[in-house]
């Protein structure tokens, strides 16, 4: 739901005097210096009438809203699960923790849309205005005009970060969901930079979600180095904060494929840049994070020709007469699966695999133009090994083999649908685990011993809810960036396993039993951190709590980013949760 604030005055927007001091950026509804209305509907003109106060999402579906209203509610619970409808609105975000403030917030139960979570509607985090930015000058009016009233910004597309970093109260949010724009270029010439001219470039607008670029891309010929679930904006957070997906351990990370930027820098000029035009810049959006040294308006990336897509899907259930043979089943596949994990990572094999005490799913993938020999060589070890195990009930074990990657979409959104699915509650716990923990039989058992002791866990926790631990194989081994050309952790390019405890809920926990799961989301992490020191975590997919998140997830890159960070934002307009510059627990 979008409201216009309508607008008396056609007047522009001041703009606000180059300055290295921060001014907090705290200015919140009821203080002076909040905008008269008269103001926002200076701004509202000023960006052509794209100016909206915040409604959440569900709030047409509760009663006692200002904003009820019976048949808009309809449209919203039919679309409450569907994660990309869901992202084509502002006031939501993909997990509800983030649309909440403690205990307030407009969520709708997920498992019946038609019932509400809360007694009342309210904001919760999100911003109380946001800007639905259609071109570059009106991201460049918002920046002006919050530094004039000294109020936070926030940039949001879909919402669809663990951390909530798009979301912020009290703010002025931009909103790049509408900069949808697609483009590609056979024959790319870069601003300003030879050296950075290319062939099969293609251009993605801010706001573009990975289905659309999928299926507009693979139109031409070619594949993007996008991310799993197709309802990411995979040019913001996704594509500057790593961006990892089925093409990963061929390609590289997104970043790694990143060739020129259209950006926003903190005084609201926009620029070009590559590796030619503000080269640090460049490196630290390469990498560093996204919503923290200016607002990406464009990404231009390196695409691919387009090649069959081959997987392979291993179904099991752990035999569960007791809990112990259920651990058995567990510690038997995992160990099968880490054993095979050189020989997958040496055929640049990746996927996906999430286990749970009660059972394990497999879905492997290698984009390769062959009919599936190679992936059938790479696990025809691990499919033998698997079919027989003594405490393992094999539900399916079988390969598929797709002639494109988008019609390899409509199979895997089936199953993006069913692992992560929109409208829930959410928790992560995350490690890289590097490649020496695969070399040896003991290292292999330590391993195998730290995720199940980390599900294990998990499960006390959150007893009645949804946990398991999801092991991701897309890591790039095959980019080695030795001369440091993006700024990704380094820990990701000695990464075999990208491991993920999960959980999940649909009701708001109390603030206590909250308080308990996150803290012990983090000591499940010990023992993976035990067995990775100096190593790290990725950034889009790990624990919002992590204490030492400067080293975890920046690794030695993080003191150079904060120098970029200075140089281009010096009043830190831009700030979000644990990026490179946090102002920390004093916001």
């Given at each position: 739901?979008?409201?216009?604030?309508?607008?008396?005055f056609?007047?522009?927007?001041?703009?606000?005097?180059p300055?290295t001091?921060?001014?907090?950026?705290?200015?919140r509804?009821?203080?002076k210096?909040?905008?008269?209305?008269?103001e926002?509907?200076?701004?509202?003109?000023?960006?052509?009438?794209?100016?909206?106060?915040?409604?959440?999402?569900?709030?047409?579906?509760y009663?006692?809203?200002?904003?009820y209203n019976a048949?808009?509610?309809?449209?919203?619970?039919?679309?409450?699960?569907?994660?990309?409808?869901?992202?084509?609105?502002?006031?939501?975000?993909?997990?509800?923790?983030w649309?909440?403030?403690?205990t307030?917030g407009?969520?709708?139960?997920?498992?019946?849309?038609e019932?509400t979570l809360?007694?009342?509607?309210s904001?919760?985090r999100?911003?109380?205005?946001?800007?639905?930015?259609?071109n570059?000058s009106h991201?460049?009016?918002?920046?002006?005009?919050?530094?004039?009233?000294?109020i936070?910004i926030?940039v949001?597309n879909?919402?669809?970060?663990?951390?909530g970093?798009?979301?912020?109260?009290?703010s002025?949010?931009?909103?790049?969901?509408?900069?949808?724009?697609?483009d590609?270029?056979?024959?790319?010439?870069?601003?300003?930079c030879p050296?950075?001219?290319?062939?099969?470039?293609g251009?993605?607008?801010?706001?573009?979600i990975?289905?659309?670029?999928?299926?507009?891309?693979?139109?031409?010929g070619?594949?993007?180095?996008?991310g799993y679930?197709?309802?990411?904006?995979?040019?913001?957070?996704?594509?500057?904060?790593?961006?990892?997906?089925d093409?990963?351990?061929?390609?590289?990370?997104?970043?790694?494929?990143?060739?020129?930027?259209?950006v926003?820098?903190?005084?609201?000029?926009?620029?070009?840049i590559?590796?030619?035009n503000?080269?640090?810049?460049?490196?630290a959006?390469?990498?560093?994070?996204g919503g923290?040294?200016?607002?990406?308006?464009?990404?231009?990336?390196q695409?691919?020709?387009?090649?069959?897509v081959?997987?392979?899907?291993?179904?099991?259930?752990?035999?569960?007469?007791?809990?112990?043979?259920?651990q058995?089943?567990?510690?038997?596949?995992?160990?099968?699966?880490a054993?095979?994990?050189?020989?997958?990572?040496?055929?640049?094999?990746?996927?996906?695999v999430?286990?749970?005490?009660?059972?394990?799913?497999f879905g492997?993938?290698?984009?390769y133009?062959?009919d599936?020999?190679?992936?059938?060589?790479?696990?025809?070890?691990?499919?033998q090994?698997v079919?027989?195990?003594t405490?393992?009930?094999v539900?399916?074990?079988?390969?598929?083999?797709?002639s494109?990657?988008?019609d390899?979409?409509?199979?895997?959104a089936?199953?993006?649908?069913?692992?992560?699915?929109?409208?829930?509650f959410?928790?992560l716990?995350?490690?890289?685990?590097?490649?020496?923990?695969?070399?040896?039989?003991?290292?292999v058992?330590?391993?195998?011993?730290?995720?199940?002791?980390?599900?294990?866990k998990?499960?006390?926790?959150?007893?009645?809810q949804?946990?398991?631990?999801?092991?991701?194989?897309?890591?790039?081994?095959s980019?080695?960036?030795?001369?440091q050309?993006t700024?990704a952790l380094?820990a990701?390019?000695e990464?075999?396993?990208?491991?993920?405890?999960?959980?999940?809920?649909?009701?708001?926990?109390a603030?206590?039993?909250?308080?308990k799961?996150?803290?012990?989301?983090?000591?499940?992490?010990?023992?993976?951190k035990k067995?990775?020191p100096?190593?790290?975590a990725y950034?889009?997919e790990?624990h919002?709590?992590?204490?030492?998140?400067?080293?975890t997830f920046?690794?030695?890159?993080?003191?150079?980013?904060?120098?970029?960070?200075n140089?281009?934002?010096?009043?830190?307009?831009?700030d979000?949760?644990?990026c490179v510059?946090?102002?920390?627990?004093?916001?």
């Amino acid at each position: 739901m979008r409201f216009v604030i309508s607008f008396i005055f056609s007047l522009g927007v001041a703009f606000a005097a180059p300055s290295t001091i921060d001014p907090g950026y705290n200015c919140r509804p009821g203080q002076k210096c909040w905008p008269t209305l008269q103001e926002w509907q200076q701004l509202n003109h000023t960006v052509d009438g794209h100016l909206y106060q915040t409604i959440p999402w569900g709030a047409p579906c509760y009663a006692n809203s200002t904003y009820y209203n019976a048949a808009v509610c309809s449209v919203v619970e039919n679309d409450y699960n569907n994660s990309i409808p869901r992202g084509g609105y502002y006031g939501q975000t993909y997990w509800p923790n983030w649309e909440a403030c403690g205990t307030s917030g407009c969520s709708l139960l997920s498992s019946n849309p038609e019932e509400t979570l809360y007694s009342t509607c309210s904001l919760g985090r999100l911003a109380t205005y946001f800007v639905d930015a259609r071109n570059t000058s009106h991201i460049s009016s918002a920046l002006q005009f919050a530094k004039v009233h000294n109020i936070r910004i926030s940039v949001k597309n879909t919402g669809h970060d663990f951390f909530g970093r798009s979301t912020v109260p009290n703010s002025l949010a931009i909103w790049t969901h509408n900069l949808k724009s697609l483009d590609f270029h056979q024959s790319f010439t870069a601003h300003n930079c030879p050296s950075a001219n290319a062939q099969n470039v293609g251009e993605m607008g801010a706001g573009v979600i990975a289905g659309d670029a999928y299926r507009f891309f693979n139109s031409h010929g070619v594949d993007i180095t996008g991310g799993y679930e197709e309802s990411v904006g995979i040019a913001g957070g996704f594509g500057q904060g790593g961006g990892v997906g089925d093409y990963t351990t061929t390609y590289g990370l997104m970043v790694d494929n990143a060739v020129e930027f259209e950006v926003i820098t903190a005084e609201g000029r926009v620029r070009t840049i590559n590796e030619c035009n503000d080269p640090e810049l460049f490196w630290a959006m390469r990498g560093g994070g996204g919503g923290t040294y200016a607002i990406l308006t464009k990404y231009r990336v390196q695409v691919y020709p387009s090649v069959p897509v081959h997987t392979y899907n291993f179904l099991a259930t752990f035999k569960d007469t007791t809990n112990a043979t259920q651990q058995q089943g567990l510690r038997e596949v995992l160990t099968a699966h880490a054993n095979s994990q050189i020989i997958w990572s040496s055929q640049l094999v990746t996927g996906q695999v999430d286990y749970s005490t009660k059972g394990v799913s497999f879905g492997l993938v290698l984009p390769y133009a062959d009919d599936g020999s190679k992936l059938k060589r790479a696990t025809a070890s691990f499919f033998q090994s698997v079919s027989n195990l003594t405490y393992v009930n094999v539900l399916e074990n079988n390969y598929t083999s797709f002639s494109t990657y988008t019609d390899y979409l409509a199979f895997s959104a089936i199953d993006a649908r069913a692992t992560e699915p929109a409208g829930i509650f959410s928790l992560l716990a995350s490690r890289l685990l590097p490649r020496h923990l695969f070399n040896a039989p003991e290292t292999v058992d330590s391993l195998v011993s730290a995720v199940i002791e980390g599900m294990e866990k998990a499960r006390r926790l959150l007893p009645l809810q949804r946990t398991g631990a999801q092991v991701v194989l897309e890591t790039p081994l095959s980019t080695p960036d030795n001369n440091q050309k993006t700024s990704a952790l380094p820990a990701w390019r000695e990464a075999m396993w990208h491991v993920i405890h999960v959980g999940e809920w649909y009701e708001p926990l109390a603030p206590t039993a909250l308080q308990k799961a996150t803290d012990g989301f983090l000591e499940m992490l010990e023992p993976l951190k035990k067995l990775s020191p100096g190593g790290g975590a990725y950034f889009n997919e790990a624990h919002y709590g992590e204490p030492d998140w400067e080293q975890t997830f920046f690794g030695a890159n993080y003191d150079r980013l904060l120098e970029i960070k200075n140089q281009y934002d010096p009043t830190h307009i831009f700030d979000c949760y644990k990026c490179v510059g946090w102002r920390g627990e004093k916001e």
